[in-house]
């Protein structure tokens, strides 16, 4: 598989703020690659470094291909109409506009409305056609589900896939840990600057899961232990539990999801 893009050693700081301290990361051409990070910790930053929107301080970056970049809302004037927003982009971009993509992406049934009207879920999928309008290899999403309720998530799901099969690479900035670990080819973890990790979300949890959960259920209420020794700690755990004659409602065994390894590697909630 070929790179999509490389970034070396990319260093950014606002004033005093240091914000990305030396970042590595390869991006391979045609997976959906997640940059995930507590607040601030410097995603959107890494982003437009790459888009080329903004200036860093050291560090090399380098993109094989076009780029497509899904705007923020409220990115465009309040009374333009998609249709309108669209042709001027295919005009700026000197591009064919894909009349296919707008109609999957449903731009007609909003054409009537102005910007201003549209819907999150709506202004969302204006967003996309507009990144898509120049034909991209390679697609920005920043946290592109935010706001949207469960349909319009998985719709954008479902575009972000078809993307991927037709060949593009797409690097989204998220906080949804189900979105992640169900869309993502591979996650990288930025915190305090750097890349903590950076693998499949099964390498993630095969690299810090030696910890099992337990969850247990009984009249006295719900606890959850955390255990490396799993036979050890549940023997105990029952025989105590048969001592004291307490009886078990309920019993589960698990190693952990995503949002506690992020946890464990960040030392923070996601959100
Ligand atoms: N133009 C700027 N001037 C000064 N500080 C900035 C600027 N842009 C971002 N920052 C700061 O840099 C840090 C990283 O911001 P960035 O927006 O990259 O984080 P993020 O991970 O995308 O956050 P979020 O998840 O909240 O969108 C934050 O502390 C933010 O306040």
Same mark, same amino acid.
């Given at each position: 598989m070929s790179c999509a893009i490389e970034v070396? &050693?990319?260093?950014? $700081?606002? &004033?005093?703020? #240091?914000?990305? /301290?030396? @970042?590595? *990361?390869?991006?391979? $051409? &045609?997976? +959906?690659?997640? *940059?995930?990070? @507590? /607040?601030?910790?410097?995603k959107t930053t890494i982003l437009e470094c790459i888009e080329g929107l903004k200036k860093y301080d050291a560090g090399r970056i380098i993109v094989y291909g076009k780029t497509g970049i899904q705007l923020q809302s409220s990115a465009l004037p309040a009374h333009i109409r998609p249709m309108e927003a669209v042709t001027l982009f295919a005009k700026w971009n000197k591009s064919k506009i894909d009349h296919s993509m #707008?109609?999957?992406l449903g731009i007609g049934e909003i054409e009537k409305k102005q910007y201003i009207q549209l819907s999150t879920g709506q !202004?969302?999928?204006?967003?996309?056609? *507009?990144?898509?309008?120049?034909?991209?290899? +390679? +697609?920005?999403l920043d946290e592109p589900t935010a706001g949207l309720d469960v349909e319009g998530r998985l719709a954008l799901h479902e575009h972000t896939r %078809?993307? !991927? $099969?037709? &060949? !593009?690479?797409? +690097?989204?900035? $998220?906080?949804?840990m189900a979105e992640v670990e169900t869309l993502c080819d591979r996650i990288a973890i930025l915190n305090k600057g750097n890349i903590v990790f950076c693998g499949t979300a099964s390498e993630l949890t095969d690299k810090i899961s030696k910890k099992y959960v337990i969850y247990i259920k009984t009249p006295k209420g719900e606890k959850h232990f955390e255990a490396e020794d799993i036979e050890d700690t549940l023997i105990a755990l029952l025989r105590e539990l048969k001592n004291k004659k307490i009886?078990?409602?309920?019993? !589960? @065994?698990? %190693?952990?999801?995503?949002?506690?390894?992020?946890m464990e590697m960040t030392g923070r909630d996601v959100k």
């Open positions: 070396h &050693g990319l260093r950014k $700081s606002y &004033g005093d703020h #240091l914000v990305l /301290n030396g @970042v590595d *990361l390869q991006i391979q $051409s &045609g997976e +959906i690659f997640a *940059l995930l990070g @507590v /607040n601030g910790a410097g #707008l109609h999957i !202004k969302r999928r204006l967003h996309l056609a *507009l990144a898509l309008i120049s034909h991209p290899d +390679i +697609i920005f %078809r993307l !991927k $099969s037709q &060949g !593009k690479t797409i +690097i989204l900035a $998220s906080h949804d009886p078990i409602w309920d019993l !589960k @065994v698990d %190693r952990g999801t995503l949002e506690q390894h992020f």
